[in-house]
């Protein structure tokens, strides 16, 4: 029986750990490994010469080299969803901190200290007054990137008795499905954006979101006195546009998750630190999620979560000796040349899935009898092909 080497990086949480049973070895100095489960660590690919896949125990892969992994054909997951309540709670414990001044209140109550009732009751019925804030509940609320978490979000906004947009020029239909009616989808940032007296950014942070809060495009469309929301990725705003903002008074506020230099000590930014994801279910939900993700790639090619490879799943019957996998660049003919090398060595293709994201084709070949290392090499070799893998399947009980 085949034992995959797996290498954890960062704090894992032991839920999604103990997912792993006697067919994987885990070991966090693992050198070699073919699978990987990282938290917010990067991930240099070259350390890794047999890394067939990363599970990212989170939402974002901005720390992971995709584009890279794509090329060696790695597998990349992320765990969508699976930290969007800690999220959403924190988005509105932290905007309901800003709007009622709670740390400055706190920070006044702090310094009481010493005194006794009677003068600590006179000093906050004296000065109170200087903490007076605002409610959430009929304002308007614009929520940019309806994800998992966005689509969180924006519902919530309405159950603080809020108005709310949502944008999002590429939204998935699987989340848009759980996007309450009363959400007003905009067809435009500038619609969203000249209403909102709260903008709430969940988008991931890519080469196109990165510096997507920027003054051109989106804050010169901005309602004069909004506060914007950063809990997704601290690149994707533009900071001194923001501070810009601020000073101008285009924006009263900001409320961030990504503490620097130019944001600590700003009387108008209130900042947290990247705790987004940071509770004990979070942390359990994203490590059983990309555990399993990981091992059912590891032990039948399945994908479920990729953001590089195409989605694809399949159940292998139990006349299904070997499954072959192969990952090719989108191009014309692939499934032709892979059957036709099949079938060249009288190999019988049980079941055939093919599935493309338009950059990457993925295929899962069921076959009813072994497959010889030559054929496998000889699908390897050709123009297009990044890698093909060899899975030997259990059948009736009996491992082959």
């Not at 903002?245 to 000590?265: I, N, Q, T, W």
């Not at 072959?324 to 036709?340: E, F, H, Y």
């Amino acid at each position: 029986m085949k034992q995959f080497k797996i290498k954890t990086i960062n704090a894992i949480a032991k839920e999604g750990i103990g997912l792993f049973d006697t067919r994987f070895l885990v070991d966090p100095s693992e050198t070699d490994p073919e699978g990987i489960v990282v938290r917010s660590s990067k991930v240099e690919l070259t350390q890794f010469p047999n890394l067939l896949a990363i599970a990212r125990a989170g939402a974002g892969v901005n720390n992971i080299p995709v584009e890279e992994a794509t090329e060696k054909g790695i597998c990349v997951f992320n765990t969508p969803g699976a930290n969007a309540n800690a999220v959403v709670e924190l988005v509105y414990t932290s905007l309901g901190i800003w709007l009622r001044n709670v740390e400055k209140s706190i920070e006044f109550c702090q310094g009481l200290t010493g005194m006794n009732d009677d003068e600590i009751n006179r000093e906050v019925e004296a000065r109170k007054k200087k903490f007076k804030g605002e409610e959430m509940a009929g304002k308007t609320m614009a929520v940019f990137g309806l994800g998992k978490i966005g689509v969180g979000v924006a519902n919530a906004g309405l159950h603080h008795g809020m108005r709310v947009f949502g944008f999002d020029p590429f939204p998935a239909l699987d989340n848009i499905h759980h996007l309450s009616p009363e959400v007003t989808l905009a067809r435009s940032r500038k619609e969203a954006l000249a209403q909102a007296d709260f903008i709430s950014i969940h988008m991931p942070l890519n080469k196109n979101t990165h510096g997507y809060v920027t003054e051109k495009d989106f804050l010169e469309f901005v309602k004069p006195g909004a506060v914007l929301i950063n809990y997704a990725r601290g690149p994707i705003v533009d900071e001194d546009a923001v501070l810009a903002a601020l000073a101008s008074d285009k924006l009263r506020g900001h409320v961030s998750d990504f503490p620097s230099v130019k944001f600590l000590g700003h009387d108008q930014i209130l900042v947290t630190p990247h705790l987004g994801a940071s509770t004990s279910e979070s942390e359990e939900n994203c490590a059983t999620m990309a555990v399993k993700e990981l091992k059912n790639y590891l032990e039948f090619g399945n994908i479920v979560h990729s953001v590089n490879f195409p989605n694809i799943e399949t159940i292998p019957t139990v006349d299904v000796h070997t499954r072959l996998t192969v990952i090719n660049r989108d191009q014309p003919g692939m499934i032709a040349m892979i059957s036709n090398i099949l079938g060249d060595k009288h190999i019988n293709i049980k079941n055939y899935t093919n599935k493309s994201n338009g950059t990457v084709g993925y295929n899962i070949i069921d076959c009813a009898g072994p497959v010889p290392v030559d054929v496998q090499e000889k699908i390897a070799e050709q123009e297009g092909v990044l890698r093909v893998r060899m899975i030997p399947l259990e059948i009736r009980g009996r491992q082959v």
